[in-house]
């Protein structure tokens, strides 16, 4: 997820939908080879920061970016948003920033 997308990842969508069962977790991954990531409690202090109230860690491997740079189509995987069903199968991913394309996927795997 980027920076500019989580107010409105924390208002109109975490604060919207968590009480129908959806759960949203922030995960910070190294983006850039070669540069170390993130520190877990720098990450959770830019999250107390931002007012952010969805749990937010850190991965200590490159395997997102690396899956996309294996694929070869050139898409970059950051920043990127994944939602995964009640069935455990991925039912939206995408790179772009799509508020309503990631509401739409939201109602839908919500519906029973």
Not at 13 to 21: E, T, V
Not at 42 to 69: H, K, N, Q, Y
Not at 82 to 99: E, F, N
Request: aromatic share 8%; with cysteine.
């Amino acid at each position: 997820m980027c920076g500019l997308e989580l107010p409105d990842l924390e208002t109109n969508i975490w604060s919207r939908y968590r009480s129908a069962g959806l759960r949203v977790v922030g995960i910070d991954t190294p983006a850039v080879p070669d540069i170390p990531p993130d520190s877990l409690e720098g990450v959770r202090a830019f999250g107390r920061r931002e007012g952010l109230t969805f749990p937010i860690g850190i991965s200590s491997t490159s395997v997102w970016r690396d899956t996309f740079a294996e694929r070869g189509d050139g898409a970059a995987p950051f920043p990127s948003r994944m939602l995964i069903d009640r069935q455990g199968r991925v039912a939206y991913l995408s790179t772009a920033i799509d508020p309503e394309g990631l509401r739409r996927a939201i109602e839908t795997a919500l519906r029973p």
